[in-house]
């Protein structure tokens, strides 16, 4: 017999009656019912009923065990009666009498239990990460996280990818985040980076001939933690491609998380095909580039109506609109709640009005509305008895987010938002550049994207006018990866470079290598990179991206298991040439 297990828990079953077996295990459970004793054996793969009798040689040690402890069990394996079977377990039909059992590995008095599992706050669950992840969802999100890239590989290598692995140490990069830095031994006072994408690299891939790449790879960014971005290092499915175009691009992706989503959330509606919408057509509808669309109402942009205005609070600003239908029925209290929330993300209220039976509006400031003003206003969002509309005013971008945020809230507080479904889209046509605050311009994206129209259209066009072949995929209001058909045209390079600001000079020393490579016959080719993480974290639908990572930072970028980041000694600083200095205590 093995030394520790002849079956895993869930390998049993009805065919193994009457047989001895060996498992191993946690302590997971235990329960003494009139003297007999059930415990709950739990290995990665599952659960099986232990029981032992009180005449039995093991039934004291059985008794006082630590939950948790690590135990190997001989015994032999029982029909359950039929009261008994719990089909809640793959094991329920079967149990197994336990006849000897030896100690493992003895288990301390725990810090939070396992099972049932306690409320505990994130600072212990990470510190004591281990048994956090012995917890049955924490458990089954790491493994879902395993079948999602066993998946990711196996789908990407049947549609004719290459899976290519790129240097963990590199150049820094602008990527938009700041780098994490590695001082050179060899090289005093000189750093390598760790990519924050590997960006150049699959574009030099292509320009090397082998037209279809893809990586699980990892990614590092220097950054603040949120619900959906973890601060360190993330994970992404990094894709490029050559002689396509956009399209190209898109029907890859689909055709691979159409298939993913559906394999491993089978229960949940997808709506294909995704929808393409322009960056400044979902700015103006949803107030966002990544866009929820499982609320199906829209903003509208009401600015003209107030301009020159008698109503202070609305004269010359920019108004967004957002009208809700068929709330007839809604208390004042569905208002009131609304408003509280507008107030919870940084407004200083929420004006609405609605829309009586006899056609006029009431509310808290219809006085304030001419007639004039209330018919355009009541055509414009077709307006009806029984609809509510309600207004956000002031400077265009923090009227866009609030609104953005409302017009998902109001569809869950009247039942039309949709549960239980993906709403994938591409937001489409980004602006190639934008205005920085000192008025200069910088691009809005990524900078190696070619920019529609080309180098004409650089040479010709106001630079904010200019749109970039650039593209993002959204689900349910997560931006899962932005992506690009990149510039692969070194005048064309060089001149969008220099509407940024960047001299020729300083292309070649920021970029040369892949500046270089572009002199050497490089292939139209584009890409994509959507993030692992953010696609589990879908699956699980869990609400924070740290619950589908097996070791990940706290949102203060510490690892409280292992205690990074750490002091280093003062020797192995001399070596790599730093002089660390601690940053003075303030307050």
Not at 17 to 44: E, P
């Amino acid at each position: 017999m093995h030394t520790y297990r002849t079956h895993t828990c869930v390998e049993l079953g009805l065919a193994d009656v009457n047989h001895d077996v060996r498992l191993s295990g946690w302590l997971h459970n235990r329960r003494d019912l009139g003297g007999v004793l059930f415990v709950d054996l739990r290995d990665n793969y599952g659960v099986v009923q232990l029981v032992a009798r009180p005449n039995s040689e093991v039934f004291e040690q059985l008794s006082h065990l630590q939950k948790e402890t690590v135990i190997r069990v001989d015994g032999r394996v029982l029909r359950r009666a039929e009261e008994n079977i719990n089909p809640e377990i793959q094991t329920g039909e079967i149990e197994v009498e336990v006849t000897a059992l030896e100690v493992l590995g003895k288990c301390d008095p725990l810090p939070f239990q396992v099972s049932p599992e306690d409320r505990v706050g994130e600072e212990t669950r990470l510190r004591y990460r281990f048994l956090d992840l012995r917890r049955e969802r924490m458990h089954r999100n790491i493994l879902l996280r395993s079948a999602v890239i066993a998946y990711l590989r196996r789908k990407m290598t049947d549609l004719g990818f290459i899976d290519i692995q790129t240097p963990i140490l590199s150049a820094t990069s602008p990527e938009g985040a700041r780098d994490f830095l590695v001082p050179s031994r060899l090289h005093p006072g000189k750093f390598y980076a760790l990519p924050q994408a590997p960006q150049q690299f699959k574009q030099l891939l292509m320009i090397s001939g082998f037209d279809r790449y893809f990586q699980i790879a990892p990614c590092f960014r220097d950054e603040d933690a949120r619900a959906d971005r973890s601060p360190g290092e993330f994970y992404q499915l990094d894709i490029e491609m050559s002689f396509v175009e956009q399209e190209d691009v898109f029907g890859i992706v689909e055709n691979v998380l159409l298939d993913m989503f559906t394999e491993f959330a089978p229960g949940r509606n997808i709506v294909a095909p995704f929808p393409r919408i322009p960056y400044r057509d979902s700015m103006a509808r949803y107030g966002s580039d990544k866009p929820d669309l499982r609320s199906p109402y829209e903003l509208i942009d009401v600015s003209h109506l107030f301009q020159g205005s008698d109503f202070r609070a609305f004269a010359n600003k920019h108004v967004r609109a957002l009208p809700v239908h068929d709330v007839a029925d809604k208390p004042r209290s569905f208002y009131d709640q609304l408003g509280e929330y507008a107030v919870e993300l940084g407004a200083t209220g929420l004006a609405w009005v609605k829309v009586g039976e006899d056609g006029t509006l009431s509310g808290p400031i219809a006085k304030f509305l001419t007639t004039d003003v209330a018919t355009k206003l009541i055509d414009l969002v077709d307006g009806k008895p029984g609809t509510a509309i309600f207004f956000g005013a002031g400077n265009e971008a923090d009227v866009a987010k609030i609104m953005g945020e409302i017009r998902v809230e109001a569809a869950k507080r009247t039942s039309v938002f949709e549960e239980n479904v993906f709403r994938f889209a591409w937001v489409v046509d980004f602006p190639m550049y934008e205005k920085a605050d000192d008025g200069s311009i910088e691009f809005s994206h990524n900078p190696f994207s070619m920019p529609q129209g080309g180098l004409e259209t650089l040479r010709t066009r106001d630079p904010l006018d200019i749109l970039a072949w650039q593209y993002d995929i959204v689900c349910n209001g997560i931006e899962l990866s932005s992506g690009a058909v990149r510039n692969h045209d070194p005048e064309i390079m060089y001149e969008a470079f220099r509407i940024a600001g960047y001299s020729k000079e300083h292309v070649d020393e920021q970029f040369g290598g892949m500046v270089r490579a572009l002199h050497f016959g490089a292939p139209p080719h584009a890409g994509i990179a959507p993030g692992v993480d953010r696609m589990v974290m879908l699956l699980a639908d869990e609400p924070n991206i740290r619950e589908t990572i097996a070791f990940p930072l706290n949102q203060n970028a510490q690892d409280l298991l292992m205690g990074a980041p750490t002091d280093v000694e003062p020797q192995r600083l001399r070596e790599l040439n730093i002089d660390a200095r601690a940053q003075p205590k303030t307050g």
